[in-house]
């Protein structure tokens, strides 16, 4: 009972307002087109097998599934970000719980519990086809700085302000605003024109991070504390900052904010596929995913 009256106005303002689409449909679609790039050929043949035939064999087409399914699945809401208590860094322990308490149910302790769950590739416990979709997805999100943000203020949900005069709130300006605005003043309403902006500098200007992107020296199974606490970091130091309730941002703020998010979006292509290549590195055996496939 609670629990419901507590969670109710933070779930009206997700389904009116829009946190449920983090990074929006386009952001996803970006992130899982660039990862798409950047898979092995065990990888892809893997990830094609297990893909929904609604997918057509494109995992950029149900990126944004996870979203998709909230009201069927409201247990993977908490699932979707990761809270800290008003402070600039992440701590496992501290942050990485749903609103009774249990551990683990954060974006950071769903890509573990997904990647694992892949790993058991063959072995039909799980639906590997939703452990797929929402892997893909969660990565997206925990790249997107303002899903690993303050409780206080609901990772900027609370924080209304005017993005070139339209009210809105700072969640949706990182989720969507940004990412729209791009898409339309930059890139002429052309979302496959970002992507290949984007793959053209993780090609030229990235290419010496990416070795760094992708490499992960953790003894835990996956570098995903390490994606939330850069994230926390970049929410600190661009998203909030400068912000306030009922702020007019625009150009200002768009042109110093749009580098951090492509580059981001870039991030978290490559080391989702970074991720799926590790998972599948054996040959996929043919068969054992269709049992669950649907
Ligand atoms: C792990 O995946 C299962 C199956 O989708 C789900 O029931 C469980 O809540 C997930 N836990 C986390 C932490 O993601
Ligand atoms: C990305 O590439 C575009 C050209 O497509 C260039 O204008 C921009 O400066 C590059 N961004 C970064 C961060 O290197
Ligand atoms: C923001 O604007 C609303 C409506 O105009 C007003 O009620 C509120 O007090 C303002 N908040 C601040 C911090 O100025
Ligand atoms: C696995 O999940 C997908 C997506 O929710 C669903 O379409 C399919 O029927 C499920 N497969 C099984 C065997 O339950």
């Not at 043949?45 to 149900?62: I, M």
Request: with cysteine.
């Amino acid at each position: 009972m609670g629990f419901f009256w507590r969670l109710l106005p933070v779930f009206l303002a997700y389904f009116s307002i829009g946190r449920i689409d983090a990074w929006g449909r386009e952001g996803h679609f970006m992130v899982c087109k660039i990862a798409e790039k950047f898979l092995t050929e065990n990888a892809r043949e893997a990830v094609t097998n297990l893909l929904p035939p609604v997918a057509g064999g494109d995992l950029a087409a149900v990126c944004s599934w996870a979203d998709d399914i909230l009201t069927r699945y409201p247990w993977s809401f908490p699932l979707h970000y990761v809270n800290t208590p008003g402070v600039c860094n992440y701590d496992q322990s501290r942050d990485c719980h749903n609103d009774d308490g249990v551990q683990g149910m954060c974006v950071v302790g769903a890509i573990n519990n997904y990647t694992t769950q892949l790993r058991t590739f063959g072995q039909p416990f799980n639906n590997l086809t939703e452990s797929l979709m929402f892997l893909a997805h969660f990565v997206g999100d925990v790249h997107d700085p303002v899903d690993v943000s303050f409780y206080d203020d609901e990772g900027g949900i609370f924080i209304i302000v005017y993005w070139y005069g339209s009210k809105t709130n700072l969640h949706r300006v990182w989720d969507v605003n940004i990412v729209q605005t791009a898409i339309n003043k930059i890139y002429k309403n052309n979302v496959n024109a970002m992507i290949e902006s984007i793959e053209g500098n993780i090609t030229e200007n990235w290419n010496g991070e990416i070795i760094q992107w992708q490499s992960c020296a953790s003894n835990d199974l996956t570098c995903v504390t390490e994606y939330a606490s850069e994230s926390i970091t970049l929410c600190c130091d661009y998203a909030y900052k400068g912000v306030k309730e009922n702020s007019s941002l625009g150009d200002e703020y768009f042109f110093t904010r749009l580098p951090v998010v492509e580059k981001r979006i870039a991030q978290a292509g490559v080391r989702l596929a970074a991720l799926l290549n590790n998972i599948f590195y054996r040959t996929p055996k043919k068969g054992s995913v269709n049992l669950v496939s649907g």
